[in-house]
């Protein structure tokens, strides 16, 4: 079993900068790929970034390519989403998971088997 917790949401201006950590616990953090997604209000719950379990392959969502980077420190079991130029559209709740699948870097929500209660970014213009 596995439990995270987000943490790093807040209110930042159009074109800041946000880091995410996701805090998990249990030994076996390192065997899992890890997911970052987010819900803006009124939408579904989509991808945002992905990264395997060693963190040598990531994957991300069109949207925040080039803008995010979503990393893991498996001492410290924690992963992470640096967001940088951040956009009014990228208000969401943020949610991190974890899949069983270790080396995968899935954007189908349905591998992920984890998951934490979100932290709230907001991004004013």
């Known amino acids: 079993q596995v439990q995270l917790v987000e943490s790093g949401g807040g209110l930042v201006q159009a074109g800041g900068s946000l880091r995410l950590s996701c805090a998990a616990s249990?030994?076996?953090?390192?065997?899992?790929?890890m997911g970052w997604f987010r819900q803006a209000p009124g939408k579904e719950r989509e991808f945002v970034a992905a990264i395997n379990w060693i963190g040598q392959n990531t994957y991300y969502a069109d949207s925040v390519k080039g803008r995010f980077t979503i990393s893991r420190d498996n001492a410290k079991n924690t992963v992470y989403l640096q967001m940088d130029s951040l956009k009014p559209e990228d208000t969401a709740v943020y949610y991190c998971?974890?899949?069983?699948?270790?080396?995968?870097?899935?954007?189908?929500?349905?591998?992920?088997?984890?998951w934490g209660q979100g932290t709230q970014v907001t991004v004013s213009s």
């Open positions: 998971a974890a899949s069983s699948w270790g080396g995968s870097t899935s954007n189908d929500q349905r591998q992920y088997r984890y």
């Open positions: 249990g030994r076996t953090f390192s065997s899992y790929s």
